[in-house]
């Protein structure tokens, strides 16, 4: 297979339903959090080495070829409100039916028959990287990267930030998505051998607060 | 490198509007998407739609709006239908991703709607007030239909555009508001026409008693063609 199919995987227009959802940027610009870019850049970097972690060795794991169904309970256990583990079902349940599409895979078929609510999609995306071919640390590379291009992406909309300025965020942060690529696959691939409580369990309490607060809002632009 | 498959594509699982039937082999309800910008009477068309065909047809609807769920909202409070039969997707602030380049939510509600309330003949996906180029993806409706209103501005069949040059069915709304906005509808009815060739235009006032009359027998037809199309 091809090293290209990890770019199809990491296009942000890739139809997997992530453009409705703002990674906790929305709140994050009503409480005056995000402001700037100054502010957006901190704002994802403490995702990307909290989420984004735990969330890069999940999909590792998953493309390492470990149970995904083991896979999806600890995600459970590492995302403890109930408005974001809706989140990751539901967008795990989109990766699903884009997966299934472009790299048809009776892996992909079989985790879609257990979980037809979705499972989490970093798990789900981990699976899709392997059905292409790519490698566990491709797979933590893609969630890495989307655990900031989410929330920059949805900050540009929200607060009519300079598309350029948001961009320049994303690359001024490529060195800490490296470095959290390589501990997500790291740890990915131990899970195999040594169960999955080898895997990081890293959270971010704010998020999970404003989360479940901002699935409460009567008005709001993103789902989440 | 053979050119001719000799297996069987593989099954997409997208249920998109390319595959008739369900994976449980029932024939899927037809997909009609309603699409236009703010204000033109998008959703009053679809709340017409149901009060005329409810009673004949199992009919459900998606609405994709903006920032609020005031569409579901609206249809609920007027009662078109049971609240079980409306579904409201969030778009993140771009109705046309929602129905064009990524339909995954989309896709979802009128699967789950299928699954919750089906069996259905019909499911109605309406955008959100968008722009004149929003047009629906074939993956997600059957037909779309383009709603526009003689308040807009008489020019806006003669600027053309993706939605009202290529929808199957151009629905001018608003007719009675034509003497008070100045808006010469022979001319629009020209302007379509050179925009559209044999597509097909309705005029409408939905004000009026059977005001959606030339919607829903055009949405009939479709139907009538859908179920006897192969399954």
Redesign the interface.
């Given at each position: 297979m091809s090293r290209a199919a990890l770019l199809v995987l990491a296009d942000g227009r890739f139809p997997a339903g992530g453009h409705a959802h703002s990674g906790g940027a929305e709140p994050a610009v009503a409480a005056g959090r995000i402001k700037d870019a100054a502010t957006l850049e901190s704002f994802c970097r403490g995702r990307l080495h909290t989420t984004g972690l735990v969330a890069a060795a999940l999909a590792a794991a998953a493309a390492a070829g470990c149970d995904p169904l083991l896979l999806d309970d600890a995600a459970d256990a590492r995302t403890p409100v109930p408005a974001l583990r809706q989140v990751a079902r539901r967008l795990g349940r989109q990766m699903m039916r884009a997966a299934r599409a472009t790299w048809p895979d009776p892996a992909l078929d079989a985790l879609a028959a257990a979980r037809p609510r979705g499972a989490h999609q970093p798990v789900v995306l981990g699976l899709a990287a392997r059905s292409a071919g790519l490698s566990p640390q491709d797979a933590a590379y893609a969630v890495a990267y989307e655990s900031l291009s989410g929330p920059a992406t949805a900050a540009v909309r929200l607060l009519s930030l300079d598309p350029f300025d948001a961009t320049a965020v994303l690359a001024h942060l490529a060195a800490d998505v490296d470095r959290v690529a390589e501990q997500g696959a790291a740890a990915g691939e131990r899970v195999a051998a040594e169960g999955a409580d080898v895997l990081p369990a890293a959270s971010a309490p704010l998020l999970d607060i404003t989360a479940e607060a901002h699935a409460a809002w009567p008005v709001r632009l993103f789902a989440s | 490198m053979h050119l001719d498959h000799h297996e069987t594509f593989?099954?997409?699982?997208?249920y998109s509007a390319a595959a008739p039937v369900r994976a449980d082999g029932r024939r899927r309800a037809l997909r009609i998407g309603l699409g236009g910008p703010v204000g033109t009477g998008k959703t009053a068309t679809v709340a017409a739609l149901c009060r005329a065909l409810r009673d004949e047809l199992s009919l459900a609807v998606v609405t994709n709006d903006?920032?609020?769920?005031e569409d579901a909202e609206f249809l609920l409070r007027e009662a078109v239908l049971p609240a079980e039969r409306i579904s409201a997707?969030?778009?993140?602030?771009?109705p046309h991703?929602?129905i064009r380049?990524?339909?995954?939510?989309n896709?979802?509600a009128v699967e789950d709607l299928e699954d919750t309330v089906g069996p259905l003949d019909l499911i109605l996906v309406e955008s959100g007030g968008d722009n004149l180029t929003a047009t629906f993806s074939k993956g997600l409706v059957d037909f779309q239909i383009f709603v526009i209103d003689v308040a807009g501005g008489d020019d806006i069949p003669r600027k053309g555009g993706p939605g009202v040059t290529t929808a199957d069915l151009l629905v001018i709304n608003k007719t009675d508001l034509a003497p008070y906005v100045g808006v010469d509808l022979a001319g629009m009815a020209r302007d379509a026409k050179a925009q559209r060739g044999e597509l097909p235009v309705a005029f409408t006032a939905l004000k009026t008693e059977n005001g959606v009359r030339p919607v829903s027998d055009w949405v009939r037809a479709r139907l009538a063609d859908w179920t006897a199309g192969p399954a």
């Open positions: - | 593989p099954e997409r699982h997208t903006i920032y609020t769920r997707v969030e778009t993140g602030a771009c991703t929602a380049d990524d339909i995954s939510a896709l979802e």
